[in-house]
């Protein structure tokens, strides 16, 4: 993937403005966390890894910026930088899963010069960064195991370069396939409401040449029914101990239809995107965006001006829908509490 989601340059981080895509190619460029939680929060930057990944860099940032102020501001400044971070999106949870690992770096840190404490927390959102795509490319390789050759797969939403440090988790699957020399064909998803699929995956796929085609939510079954589609691989947002999986709305629908015509639905799913500390998908927090979304685009609002309307950004496939979790660890077929213990061990 050529494209770089999110780069840093001269001190400062740069993300693509991944709302005005693919219309317009644009990098906005941040120096500090409340500025990075706006962009996470306004969907300049999305996808689970993708955020976690700007989150780190925003601690970074925000560390960078206050060097000429008090010790006390400092410290007061850091952890002001923290909070705004960890209330800009709340269903992915690789955001607070990134935070954590930044705060146990700062916390071992504190009574070291303000220099010194920017320099280690940049350190380790280059790391997490780097971690990111090895992570992306493990995934792709056990993915890549489970595709046919000629495989048809569709995808839901964008699990692309731009939802992480790159090469992706669902399209990296997709990338290390062909890379392996498989033919593969991606269908996908045009993801309402803020179409993702239309906007993000499908760009990405003929940015790379990689044979896609674009179908709206609701064709999804009349294509498995007339055997077009081989199998499905999505990302997640989050997955619960017991190996409910929280993805971006309308991925709940698409594991049913899977499971009513025995295709295989497989989920590629970085450990840092399983949270132990849920038990099943019921308390997995999700996201409710704002009702334009779903009456219009723009200045243009196609729905009936005074309707009620609800926007759940997510939702939630019961792990029994499953086929696998593709991790970097391997694949968890048929994903319970026990199985996704172990692979913690
Ligand atoms: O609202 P978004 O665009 O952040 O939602 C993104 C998704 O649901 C992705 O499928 C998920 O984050 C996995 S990205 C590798």
Request: include cysteine; charge should be negative.
């Amino acid at each position: 993937m050529k494209v770089e989601t999110m780069r840093w340059v001269d001190g400062r981080l740069e993300m693509v403005d991944q709302r005005i895509l693919p219309a317009v190619f644009e990098y906005i460029a941040y120096d500090s966390a409340a500025g990075v939680a706006e962009g996470i929060r306004s969907m300049v930057v999305r996808g689970a890894p993708a955020i976690g990944v700007a989150a780190a860099y925003g601690v970074a940032l925000e560390a960078m910026r206050l060097q000429d102020v008090s010790e006390v501001d400092f410290y007061s400044g850091i952890s002001a930088g923290f909070t705004v971070l960890q209330q800009s999106r709340p269903t992915a949870v690789n955001l607070f899963w990134a935070l954590r690992r930044m705060h146990a770096v700062w916390d071992g840190i504190q009574t070291k010069a303000k220099d010194q404490v920017a320099r280690s927390l940049l350190q380790e959102a280059h790391e997490i960064f780097a971690e990111d795509i090895r992570i992306n490319r493990a995934m792709g390789a056990f993915g890549a195991g489970l595709l046919p050759d000629g495989a048809r797969v569709l995808t839901h939403c964008n699990a692309g370069a731009l939802a992480t440090a790159g090469w992706g988790t669902a399209l990296g699957v997709f990338r290390s396939a062909i890379e392996a020399g498989k033919k593969i064909s991606v269908i996908a998803d045009e993801t309402r409401p803020f179409l993702q699929g239309a906007r993000l995956t499908a760009w990405e796929m003929v940015q790379e040449g990689i044979p896609v085609t674009l179908i709206t939510d609701n064709m999804a079954g009349y294509m498995m029914a007339s055997g077009e589609i081989d199998a499905v691989v999505v990302g997640t947002d989050r997955v619960a101990a017991n190996g409910d999986v929280a993805n971006k709305i309308g991925t709940y629908m698409v594991a049913v239809l899977a499971h009513r015509h025995n295709i295989p639905f497989y989920v590629a799913c970085p450990l840092s995107t399983i949270d132990p500390g849920i038990a099943d998908g019921s308390a997995i927090p999700i996201e409710e965006r704002s009702a334009d979304e779903v009456t219009g685009y723009r200045d243009c609002q196609w729905a009936a001006h005074g309707v009620s309307v609800r926007n759940p950004s997510f939702d939630v496939t019961p792990a029994e829908l499953v086929t696998g979790l593709i991790t970097e660890k391997g694949v968890i077929y048929q994903p319970d509490r026990q199985k996704i213990e172990a692979i913690f061990r």
